[in-house]
């Protein structure tokens, strides 16, 4: 058997898909990604041995921020082309639009035909992205998919900083003033979500299917608040959050070949 | 997939520049007059017909940022927060030489920096009219050449002759001619040169003081680099070609063009003050020269003037004369005027003439070495 590897190493999560030679998904992994990125790659190989990969038919590639630091990858390719590759893979369409909601950045991405057409990545700031979410979260001490069910009972709050540092004071005033957790929760989410719509501005998303993929696919409240804001429907899945590995995996069939 | 292309006499731009200090400290001991400039706009033969070198001043560095953050506000456009910090920390050695600056009321940004920079040095600023077509923006314009020529005049105790002003633009059209020529060099597929060594020639001010030496040494390296394409390039499969478009790029030329070579794409033209804006439009020798100068030095393309539309046209013929597969636009951080052309530019690029478009914001420092990667290798990764 063949196995095409895909690792993504987020700068929160490392996952990691196996595909077989039908572009099946063999084996999952997901871990953090820790402090080390070269360590987490050495785990992941070291994991995928245990799983029975046989290292002489298996063709790798590596993407994410920390896709330099796997000495065994055949080949690095950038998080969006992945991702791009991948959520058409997942979700069945040549023509997608892809929200990424990744850790530290978050990435819009439009594929045509397959390929990626045009991408927007927000620049060096957390706002928006899943790092956002946590911290808020644990300023409200709860998980970040407690604090989004927290939100679907709120309202009312918007958070103006843009900055994480200013919006973590901006949010501890509000609970310093009594503000509810519910509220509080609202404001962080509708933030996020304004944050993602406005660059989403400067793509056509109307002409496209538009998905969710990224570490926060998974909650609900934020697909539908997306979708209100977008004015679209966004899908998601669970395997959308491995996106980016497996367009990887299916980027190492293609560097087989 | 062919190699990055260097030559063997290779130069880096540090190099380079080192070189060009050394060259312009000879200049200087010989007892030449040097004034230090900063722009396109600079009418460098009213600089010349005074028996001056005009010298481009740093507008680079990270190291020049915290002195003049001493001063100028954090959210400042790096290339002006280097070159006050370069000239006020006594590290721009060409700063350091020049008797003068001259300089013009181009960005906001700008204009009111040299306010500050006057207190240290005699500091011509020209007023540029805002916008090209407006009425009365060419009289005025010429009545500010006037007054630069009047300025140097006193300054240096001299005459500044029709003469020896007619004399400066044939050789200053030449030298265009000349740069022009080699950086048309890039419109051969696949290119001959790698777009870091096109650029390094023209901005490091490596060869800028002497000018027939500088136009005699550009045709040899034209003449060699067309052999070069047809003895080993020709018929050759070629990366994507990019052409750079937006801010002055010599402040980010290892962060960014350097980077998109090594990701596999041929950096092939630059639309943009690095490249050859201002060179296929030449000063009318027919004319009047201040005239002429006045007509010329309001024809550049750049984002300052509003409206500015033969930005878009010269971006469009540069698309097609370099067979270009993508563009990626360098605005530095803080530049508005860049900025809010952007969305036009992303829209003509990719509607009119139907090619990808990256557009990347970014400034000296290397913090976002690791996004800019990620961005450039995925628009490389899309064009194929
Ligand atoms: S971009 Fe504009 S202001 Fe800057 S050097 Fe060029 S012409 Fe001057
Ligand atoms: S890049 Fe923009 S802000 Fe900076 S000096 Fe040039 S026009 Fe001004």
């Known amino acids: 058997m063949k196995y095409n590897i895909g690792i993504d190493i987020g700068s929160t999560c490392a996952k990691t898909i196996v595909l077989n030679e039908t572009k099946e998904i063999i084996h999952r992994l997901l871990q953090p990604t820790g402090w080390s990125s070269v360590e987490t790659a050495g785990a992941i190989r070291e994991k995928l041995t245990e799983l029975g990969v046989d290292w002489d038919n298996a063709a790798v590639v590596a993407t994410g921020y920390g896709r330099i630091s796997v000495p065994y990858a055949d080949k690095c390719v950038t998080e969006i082309t992945c991702h791009g590759r991948g959520a058409c893979h997942i979700f069945g369409s040549d023509n997608l639009a892809v929200i990424d909601i990744g850790g530290q950045d978050t990435k819009l991405i439009c594929v045509e035909d397959g390929m990626v057409k045009d991408f927007i990545m927000n620049d060096k700031c957390s706002a928006g992205t899943g790092k956002f979410l946590e911290i808020m979260a644990n300023t409200l001490a709860v998980s970040p998919a407690q604090l989004c069910e927290l939100a679907e009972k709120g309202g009312g709050v918007s958070i103006s900083s843009m900055c994480t540092v200013f919006a973590e004071s901006e949010v501890i005033s509000l609970i310093g003033r009594g503000e509810s957790k519910e509220n509080i929760a609202f404001g962080v989410v509708d933030s996020i979500v304004k944050k993602v719509a406005t660059q989403a501005g400067r793509l056509n998303l109307q002409d496209f299917k538009v998905c969710l993929t990224g570490g926060l696919c998974d909650f609900p409240y934020l697909r539908q608040r997306l979708e209100k804001t977008l004015n679209v429907p966004v899908d998601a899945c669970p395997d959308a959050r491995y996106a980016g590995a497996i367009g990887a995996a299916l980027s190492a069939a293609a560097v087989r070949k | ?384």
Request: hydrophobic share 35%; net charge negative; with cysteine.
């Open chain 2, 1 to 384: 997939m062919s190699q990055i292309k260097l030559p063997e006499d290779f130069v880096t731009y540090p190099e380079a520049r080192k070189k060009a200090f050394m060259a312009l400290k000879a200049l200087k001991e010989s007892g030449r007059r040097v004034v230090g400039t900063y722009c396109t706009y600079t009418p460098q033969e009213l600089v010349d017909a005074a028996d001056a070198t005009p010298v481009s001043l740093c507008a680079i560095g990270e190291e020049n940022i915290p002195p003049a953050e001493k001063v100028l506000p954090k959210n400042l456009c790096p290339l002006i927060k280097a070159s006050f910090g370069g000239a006020v920390s006594d590290r721009c050695p060409f700063y350091y030489f020049s008797d003068m600056v001259l300089a013009e009321t181009t960005c906001d940004g700008k204009k009111k920096m040299y306010e500050y920079l006057g207190k240290m040095k005699h500091t011509h600023v020209m007023q540029l009219p805002p916008g090209r077509t407006g009425e009365g923006a060419l009289a005025f314009w010429k009545l500010e050449m006037e007054a630069l020529r009047r300025d140097l005049e006193n300054f240096y105790g001299i005459t500044i002759t029709d003469e020896k002003l007619r004399q400066a633009i044939k050789l200053r059209n030449r030298e265009r001619k000349a740069i022009l020529n080699y950086y048309e060099v890039g419109t051969l597929k696949p290119s001959p040169i790698s777009g870091y060594e096109l650029n390094t020639i023209i901005t490091s001010n490596e060869y800028a003081f002497d000018i027939e030496k500088k136009i005699a040494f550009l045709e040899k390296r034209t003449a060699e680099l067309i052999e070069k394409y047809h003895a080993e390039c020709e018929g050759k499969p070629s990366r994507p070609r990019i052409l750079i478009s937006g801010c002055p790029t010599h402040g980010v030329i290892d962060k960014v063009i350097k980077r998109i070579e090594e990701l596999g794409a041929d950096v092939v033209g630059f639309e943009n003050c690095c490249g050859p804006r201002e060179k296929k439009d030449p000063v009318d020798e027919t004319k009047d020269p201040i005239t002429a100068l006045a007509e010329k030095y309001l024809r550049v393309n750049c984002s300052v003037m509003s409206p500015n539309p033969g930005r878009l046209e010269a971006l469009g013929e540069q698309i097609d004369d370099y067979k270009v597969d993508g563009v990626i636009e360098v605005v530095l951080m803080a530049c508005h005027t860049y900025a809010i052309e952007s969305s036009a530019v992303k829209e003509y690029v990719t509607k009119e003439k139907g090619i990808p478009f990256l557009s990347i914001t970014t400034d000296y420092s290397t913090t976002d070495q690791g996004q800019i990667d990620t961005r450039l290798g995925a628009f490389i990764e899309l064009l194929g």
